[in-house]
């Protein structure tokens, strides 16, 4: 049978195998110990190959027992070809039972053997035996795979096996390609290898908000920007449309398009653009209806992310918040693997070294402060000093907005470039300036490092938020101002065709909409396109910002330090000016309002995703390029572990507080009447009542009446309420259930420990005592023939406790023999000798090698728990 | 085995990705930055350090120990134990063979535990070579203490496998920062 000749041969594999090793370890002199450790391992092995070779004699048996088995295929093949008699067949169902019982042996020794396919990549072998294995595996499951399953059930499950097989490849080349797919990720790599993970860390999450704003790229690009573009009315067709006379002359200037006026305002860059027509197109494509629901549905869409992003950092990072192992983890896990860098690996030796003393004096709890009142003093001061910036900057903000004002209300023609974009070069030079100054200024507290960074986070924040306030708030007023003009010009427009009917009709009542040209159609300020324009403006400054910054800050800076270090007076490299760090939480910070900006603006400009992406993919490169060829790692490398979800969590408090302005905008400011896909509607989500009614049948309208009226609303409110209440309180509860494991575990623990002390000490005495009375013992076998009773005893508990120092938790005791009677004295004190030499330390008290004897026992007590 | 050839075999490649944690291009790039290594006499057994890419680990020569299946124990790799290097140290690798390799990194004397010598070997590795980073004995032993404090449940002197393992599951950035990258 070739079968039978493949399990022998695969069987004397194993023996080879097995020999091998041995030979192996007998080759190695590395050390007794050594052995020991590999030797534990190996018996784990042994008893899964041996195991397997139990598996494999089962389906052997199966094999011999039915000699019809093995050759079935051919039976059943004689069978098509002769068809068989009834008695034959009836002997065939019989055998057909019993076949089926080896065949389930046989299926589950098969699926044994691809779970230890599937894990071994998850052992700790080396490549050569995981190799052997796998092939050896994977020939047996291959061999009986196809002897499985029998008649149709067989074709069902050979065609099972086909497909997971293709499954498999499937997903692996999916995988790949996945991770094929992942752009940037040598680039980060690199980064990471010459940095840490915290820098790496910054370029995760700029890939990430790429990633994020790619997708609100897409759907304001295919369902606003290029439907408008394909099939609404062309450029031209209506005022809305169409540059007006007074600034045709202008339009095409560099400077004007710079500031996205002229004819970059009157396109589908911006709100205004859009027309109010319901359906365009021959697709009917409903235009308002599709603005509306993107502008929500880019909202909808970063929330969900961000907080599905959070659950499951908190997923990740939940387990770690217990204390009870901070030495530990401070020696076993600070190191980071990831730093290839020489520079970067001082630092984090210091650091490392600095935690460590920290840890201890914090422990020793000698750490005193010296003049508290004097600390307490500082840092109210730095708090009161920190809050004057923050308002002296909201204030500047707030006077340059209303300044900018008035010179837009003079016309921005006569003014110079400074005084046309004040506000946002304010902006800028405010997040770039003020930071510093607040470093400057945490100087005075004295914190601890750690805490440091978070204030400073948090001030630059604040910082952040209150600029942007202040400039939506100014903003507001320049709403409201417009809103004032429009009111007037509605009016003017309403006399100025009166007076156009009144002069034409003598003539055709449609002569008006033929003779005048759209562009001298007069027409409203249009807030929600101003609004857009200041948004894509502070994106563009503020990212020219930081390519300057960036350029000159460092890529100047260094190539100052590293050429003029040649003639200079003192070292410029290690000495004042040095090269710049990277930054990780100020760039971080820096994204995160950005995006909030994007998010904020892009209503009212659709162009801001595109615009963003493109900024975020300059900045990658330029980032990237900038951190690799100027920046030094930082003096505090810190990891980037837990401070990911701080990112995103001040993430979600930028998009919750930027969302806040453009809903109030929506909901509370009728739109414009000229401009924009909602002029001529009351509120912009009338847009929806429109369509409920027209484009649904009447019933759903019906229902939707219903559903939002209040009797129904505010039930449902009260619900969720409900809902949110006991979905807490039983989160709360197994908190608590949580903690009561936890202190069960411990006092386990606990007992464990003492238990375990216990029978140390009890291994240890009765150790000691059978050493005692087994030299008595031989002295006495030595000198005079002593009672044979006794010795026996003796010697049994001797014999064990050698047995146990060569075998550790082998508890099998053999009856002592009249050969071994001679043992105790002679061989018992042997491997404890052995034992000692390999440690390689002479100093060790007997009584502490022995000590360690038990561990080996006690080891799956341990797991056990 | 084509694992020195210039390029991988496609079953073997598909065997490697089987056994490791590394997608397809991890283990090209791997090859071949494991080639570049290699001079003309790629043919027999290369026994090439590759202490290249940790050139800033404290634990270099550690590291090439415990992943080295060479008889003469100085280190050495093959194509396949610097697989098993990458595997145990790539992103997707398990807490548990993460743990294992940390435990025989750190494991100075290859005795199955970690003593008090291992500790102090292994804090030394940490706080870098120069004097003014190093701990005094003093320090030493008030950490060393501490340590043992925390993680040697069964108070026998030494952290064992399992006790470490205990230890560093409930860690939050083991699993991240026990990486290299190529």
Redesign the interface.
Same mark, same amino acid.
């Given at each position: 049978m070739p079968r039978d000749s493949l399990i022998t041969s695969e069987n004397d594999i194993d023996v080879g195998l097995d020999l091998a090793e041995d030979e192996d370890v007998l080759a190695s002199e590395e050390g007794h110990e050594r052995e020991r450790h590999r030797g534990k391992r190996r018996d784990g092995d042994r008893e899964k190959r041996k195991r397997e070779k139990r598996r494999r004699k089962e389906a052997h048996r199966a094999e011999e027992g039915e000699d019809e088995v093995q050759t079935r295929p051919e039976r059943r093949e004689r069978g098509k070809r002769k068809r068989a008699k009834n008695d034959q067949e009836a002997k065939g169902r019989e055998k057909d039972e019993a076949e089926e019982q080896e065949l389930e042996k046989l299926k589950e020794a098969v699926d044994d053997r691809k779970k230890l396919i599937q894990g071994l990549r998850g052992k700790p072998f080396p490549m050569k035996k995981k190799l052997v294995t796998l092939r050896e595996s994977q020939e047996f499951v291959e061999k009986y795979e196809g002897a499985l399953g029998k008649g149709k059930g067989r074709k069902l499950y050979a065609y099972k096996v086909m497909m997971t097989k293709k499954w498999m490849k499937f997903q692996r080349d999916f995988e790949n390609f996945k991770t094929a797919c992942i752009p940037w990720e040598m680039k980060i790599k690199e980064i990471e290898s010459h940095f840490g993970s915290s820098v790496a860390s910054y370029f995760i999450f700029l890939r990430w908000m790429y990633g994020i704003n790619m997708i609100l790229f897409g759907l304001t690009f295919g369902l606003v920007m290029v439907p408008e573009a394909l099939m609404g009315r062309p450029y031209g067709s209506m005022p809305r449309k169409t540059v007006p006379r007074g600034e045709e002359a202008s339009a095409m200037d560099f400077a004007v398009l710079w500031d996205f006026g002229g004819y970059a305002q009157y396109s589908v860059l911006f709100y205004g653009f859009y027309n109010n027509q319901r359906a365009i197109g021959w697709l009917k494509f409903r235009m308002p209806l599709s603005y509306f629901l993107v502008g929500v549905g880019t909202v909808a869409y970063s929330y969900m992310v961000v907080i599905r992003t959070m659950a499951r950092n908190a997923n990740e990072s939940g387990v770690g918040d217990d204390n009870s192992f901070n030495f530990s983890w401070k020696m076993f896990t600070s190191w980071d693997y990831l730093i290839g860098n020489p520079e970067t690996a001082d630092n984090k030796f210091a650091s490392i070294t600095t935690s460590f003393k920290e840890a201890i004096l914090e422990e020793q709890e000698s750490h005193k402060d010296d003049n508290i009142h004097l600390t307490r003093f500082l840092r109210v001061l730095a708090n009161f000093l920190v809050l004057c910036c923050l308002a002296g900057s909201g204030y500047l903000i707030y006077f340059v907005v209303r300044r900018s004002q008035k010179f837009a209300l003079d016309g921005l023609e006569n003014h110079t470039w400074w005084e046309r974009n004040e506000v946002n070069m304010v902006m800028s030079l405010l997040g770039m300036f003020c930071p510093m100054l607040f470093d400057v200024i945490s100087a005075l507290e004295n914190y601890h490092p750690r805490v440091a960074l978070q204030w400073q986070l948090g001030r630059i924040f604040a910082l952040f938020l209150g600029n942007l306030y202040t400039f939506i708030i100014a903003l507001m007023d320049e709403i409201n101002l417009k809103r004032e003009e429009e009111k007037i010009i509605k009016f003017n427009i309403t006399m100025w065709e009166v007076s156009l009917y009144n002069g034409t009709v003598s003539e055709n009542s449609t002569a008006p909409s033929i003779t005048i040209h759209p562009a001298d159609v007069p027409r409203g300020p249009c807030w929600e396109t101003m609004v857009g324009q200041e948004f894509v403006r502070l994106i563009i400054s503020d990212t020219m910002t930081t390519y300057i910054t960036l350029l000159i800050g460092d890529f100047l800076r260094a190539v100052l330090v590293r050429f003029l270090n040649y003639c200079w007076c003192w070292d410029l490299e290690a000495g004042f000016p040095s090269y710049s760090e990277f930054d990780v939480s100020g760039n971080v910070l820096g994204l995160i309002f950005n995006q909030g900006m994007i998010w904020m603006g892009a209503f009212y400009a659709p162009c801001l995703p595109a615009l963003n992406v493109l900024r975020l993919h300059v900045s990658m490169y330029l980032q990237c390029w900038a951190v690799m060829c100027c920046n030094v790692p930082q003096e505090r490398v810190f990891k980037a572990s837990g401070s990911n979800n701080f990112y995103m969590a001040m993430l979600l408090v930028i998009l919750f507080l930027s969302t806040l302005p453009a809903i109030y905008t929506i909901v509370t400011i009728p739109p414009s009447f000229d401009c924009g896909p909602f002029s001529g509607k009351n509120r912009m989500f009338d847009v929806i009542h429109e369509t409920l009614e027209s484009d649904f049948p009447a019933w759903f309208s019906k229902v939707f009446s219903y559903a939002s009226n209040p009797g129904l609303v505010l039930p449902f409110i009260l619900l969720m309420v409900l809902a949110i209440y006991y979905l807490q309180s039983t989160s709360k509860s197994y908190r608590e259930a949580n903690v009561e494991l936890k202190k069960k575990l411990q006092t386990q623990n606990e007992e464990n420990k003492r238990k375990n002390k216990r029978a140390a000490l009890k291994a240890q005495m009765d150790l000691e005592e059978a050493r005692k009375t087994a030299s008595q013992t031989a002295e006495q076998q030595k000198n005079n023939n002593a009672s044979l009773q006794d010795q026996e005893a003796d010697e049994e508990e001797d014999f064990s406790s050698s047995q146990r120092l060569n075998h550790g938790k082998n508890g099998h005791h053999p009856p002592p023999t009249a050969g071994d009677r001679q043992l105790p004295a002679s061989r018992a004190p042997a491997p404890r000798t052995y034992h000692h030499g390999n440690h390689g330390a002479p100093g060790y008290l007997p009584g502490f090698s022995r000590q360690s004897e038990p561990r080996m026992c006690r080891v799956p007590s341990l797991q056990r728990h | 085995?084509g694992t020195t050839a210039s390029q991988l075999g496609k079953d073997v490649l598909?065997?490697y990705?089987?056994? &490791?944690?590394l &997608?397809?291009?991890e283990i090209l790039l791997a090859h071949k930055r494991f080639s570049e290594l290699l001079s003309k006499e790629e043919r027999d057994r290369p026994d090439t350090r590759v202490n290249i890419? #940790?050139?800033?680990?404290? #634990?270099r020569q550690r590291i090439c120990q415990v992943?080295s299946?060479s008889?003469r124990?100085d280190g050495s790799l093959t194509f396949?134990?610097f697989?098993?290097l990458l595997?145990?140290?790539s992103d997707s690798a &398990?807490l548990?063979?993460k743990s294992?390799?940390?435990f025989r990194i750190?494991d100075f004397?290859?005795?199955?535990?970690l003593d008090t010598g291992d500790?102090e070997k292994?804090?030394n590795c940490?706080?870098?070579e120069?004097d003014e980073?190093?701990?005094t004995t003093d320090?030493m032993r008030?950490?060393i203490n501490?340590?043992l404090?925390?993680?040697d449940? !069964?108070?026998?002197?030494?952290v064992?496998?399992?006790? #470490?393992q205990h230890?560093?599951?409930?860690?939050? !950035?083991?699993v991240?920062? #026990?990486?290299?990258?190529?």
């Open positions: - | 085995m598909s065997e990705q089987e056994l &490791t944690f &997608t397809k291009q890419y #940790f050139i800033s680990n404290p #634990f992943f299946t008889d124990k396949e134990d697989l098993d595997s145990a140290f &398990t548990e063979i294992h390799y940390a750190f004397d290859d005795d199955g535990t500790l292994l804090v940490l706080t870098g120069t980073t190093r701990l320090e008030q950490l501490n340590i404090e925390e993680s449940i !069964d108070k026998d002197g030494t064992n496998l399992s006790e #470490f230890v560093i599951s409930r860690s939050p !950035d083991f991240s920062s #026990f990486k290299i990258v190529l």
